[in-house]
């Protein structure tokens, strides 16, 4: 089972900086990963996938890169709808699909 | 627009059976892979199963094979899980999900596109 690990646990930042969001895998899975993110109350919406492509209607401050083993998410400048939790799942090596135990994105 | 609606959540006590369901609308459901995944309270998101496009091929967690069963309706564009064996480890919210893909077009990427506001299952005595 490919388990994915997810760093920072909690991030604070203030609108406007800058996120780093990282998601380390236990094998690597080529590009074969996305993200998601998740407001209180909601359900997860698809922000990445295959490691770098936006889905549809996400906007262009979300970015990811990575391949292999190593993947990060970066929101260029944050706005205040981004505090959120962000998970990154796996779909190269599966069943099962799995996923990162979150990243918290606290507002400083 | 894609619209998944969760049902049939609810208490159950350990060793009962509930069958959850997911009214799909809004893309041709018979071409999409489609997916359930838990999130206990307060906790991250377990993927839970998988059945393809046409119903045949069904995939499970480890946590709840042999006792959750996944399976579709192309005619009613309707996702199920039946639970059996119910524990309390159990207690989450299942969320419906779909592929982000159409299996015969671009081809399945069993990432998650769209999802429901999903229902709530709590196992307790």
């Known amino acids: 089972e490919v388990v994915l690990t997810q760093s920072p646990a909690t991030l604070s930042l203030s609108p406007g900086d800058r996120a780093t969001l990282s998601c380390r895998a236990s094998q690597s899975i080529s590009y074969y990963l996305a993200w998601y993110q998740q407001r209180p109350g909601q359900a997860p919406r698809l922000l990445i996938y295959d490691a770098s492509n936006r889905a549809t209607g996400i906007p262009a401050r979300f970015s990811g890169s990575g391949s292999g083993t190593y ?3 970066t929101i260029s400048r944050l706005e205040p709808e981004d505090f959120a939790i962000y998970y990154c799942q796996q779909r190269s090596d599966w069943p099962p699909l ?10 400083k | 627009q894609v619209q998944l609606v969760e049902s049939g ?16 609308s809004g893309f041709i459901f018979s071409d999409y892979y489609m997916f359930w995944v838990r999130q206990s309270p307060g906790k991250g998101l377990e993927w839970v199963s998988t059945i393809a496009n046409n119903g045949r091929a069904k995939y499970y967690a480890g946590s709840v094979k042999g006792r959750f069963t996944i399976s579709r309706d192309n005619a009613k564009n ?4 039946h639970m059996n064996d119910l524990r309390v480890e159990d207690t989450a919210t299942y969320y419906c999900a779909k592929d982000l893909g159409a299996h015969d077009g671009t081809g399945s990427y069993y990432f998650f596109d769209s999802w429901g506001l999903g229902t709530l299952l709590t196992v307790s005595s």
Do not use: E, H, M
């Open chain 1, 71 to 73: 993947f990060t998410l």
């Open chain 1, 98 to 107: 799995t996923f990162g135990q979150g990243t918290r994105l606290d507002i």
């Open chain 2, 9 to 24: 959540g609810g208490l159950v006590k350990p060793g009962g059976s509930l069958r959850l369901s997911c009214a799909a």
């Open chain 2, 78 to 81: 309707s996702l199920y899980l």
